[in-house]
Structure formats: C-alpha cells, structure tokens
C-alpha cells in the first residue's frame, strides 16, 4: 500500500475508494472485480485511484484488515466478567462478532473467494482466527482452569467451537439469500452461545441463562 495520506481530504478519498470498492465487490466478486471498476464508482480517474493503491489486492488488505480489526474489537464481551458470569460474557463476546460480521458480510463473503486465489490472504485470515483462539483460551485458563479439562482438549474445543461460529455467520448471513428463513442476530447469538457454554461447563443451560434468573426470581416473588 501507498503512504497513508496525511491531509483529511486525502483520507476522505481514500474511504470513499474503499466503499466504492465495498460496492463494487459485492457486485463482481473478486476475481473479476477491476481497478477502473473501483475509480468509477468512487467518481475518480484511474490516476487518482492509483495515487491511493496500488492494485485491486491492496484495496482488498486494507478492507479485510479493517473488518478483522473491528470484530477482533467487538468480540470483546463488553467488559462482563466471565469469571462470575460466563454465559453472560460469551453471549456478549458472540452477539459483538455477529452483528459486526453481519455489517460486513459482503466483504466477509468475499474473502472465502479470495483464498482461493491468494495465499496472503489465508494468512491474513488464519492469524485472525488464532487470535480470537489466543483470547479465549486466556480467559479460561485464568478464570477457569480449563474448566476440567486438559489444556490440549480445551484447546481443540476452542478451534472447533470457533470455526463453527464463524462458519455459521458465513452460512447464515454471508451467505443469507440462500437461507429460506435466516436467523435473526438474538436466535443466531443465543445458538452459539449455548453451544460454547455447553462445551465448556457443567452448569445446566436452563438455569444459566439470564432469563432463567429472571424466572426463578418471578417464581420466587409469586
């Protein structure tokens, strides 16, 4: 990529290109997807375009790159504490990654195409994916103990688990015009979420859920 611009006009040209080419991908895909296609649609010369990236797969690393970022961020878990709580925790940690993932599902959708092709990009991907396994197996180790398990059992949990959530969001959103009826974000979260926490813990999903609590304390009440 090209130095980053340093002038606010500048960077507002380069976002503009990169929603062009957000557009612009969503129509073609990537194989296809041509420079002149991206600096038409963000009503700029080719020229212009090329001052800002160098070729179609620089445009794609910085949006990846970006939306990599974002759900790396906003799978965070709001800050619950998973030590105390959490069931909590990972449905805050899962609905992050969903919605973000469904804002970003075109370009999501994308990068299963492009891994074919690109080898930069499946590293780009693979690191994230380890990334999130990093976090988590953090987390439940400190504040768990790996809930019982062995170290290598919690770990191959870990990988299994989050492959199936990122490959639910693909199947699910990225994927959602094939879905007769596609799930909405609280079904979707609540789903994997049970399934984490049923991997990971004794506790019956029943009285662990938030809204168990609030039922026994009606029950309770009445």
Not at 77 to 99: K, T, V
Not at 101 to 113: C, G, Q, S
Request: proline share 3%.
């Amino acid at each position: 990529m090209l130095a980053e611009p340093i002038t606010p006009k500048g960077r507002r040209t380069q976002q503009r290109i990169l929603t062009a080419a957000r557009t612009v991908l969503a129509l073609t895909g990537y194989v296809t997807m041509r420079m002149s296609d991206v600096a038409q649609e963000a009503g700029l010369s080719l020229g212009a375009l090329y001052r800002y990236f160098d070729n179609k797969e620089d445009i794609f690393d910085n949006l990846i790159g970006n939306t990599h970022e974002d759900l790396y961020q906003a799978s965070k878990g709001g800050g619950l504490d998973f030590a105390a709580h959490p069931y909590e925790a990972l449905y805050a940690s899962n609905r992050g990654y969903l919605e973000l993932y469904f804002e970003n599902r075109d370009v999501l959708r994308v990068l299963m195409e492009v891994m074919t092709v690109d080898t930069r990009f499946r590293d780009i991907w693979w690191e994230m994916r380890q990334r999130h396994i990093r976090r988590f197996m953090a987390a439940i180790t400190r504040h768990h103990n790996y809930c019982g398990l062995s170290e290598q059992e919690a770990l191959r949990r870990c990988e299994a688990i989050c492959s199936m959530v990122e490959m639910s969001a693909y199947a699910w959103f990225a994927q959602g015009k094939k879905n007769d009826v596609p799930p909405t974000l609280d079904e979707a979260t609540r789903i994997v979420t049970d399934i984490w926490f049923a991997a990971f813990f004794e506790q019956s999903l029943e009285s662990s859920r938030p809204e168990a609590g609030d039922r026994r304390a009606a029950d309770n009440a009445g």
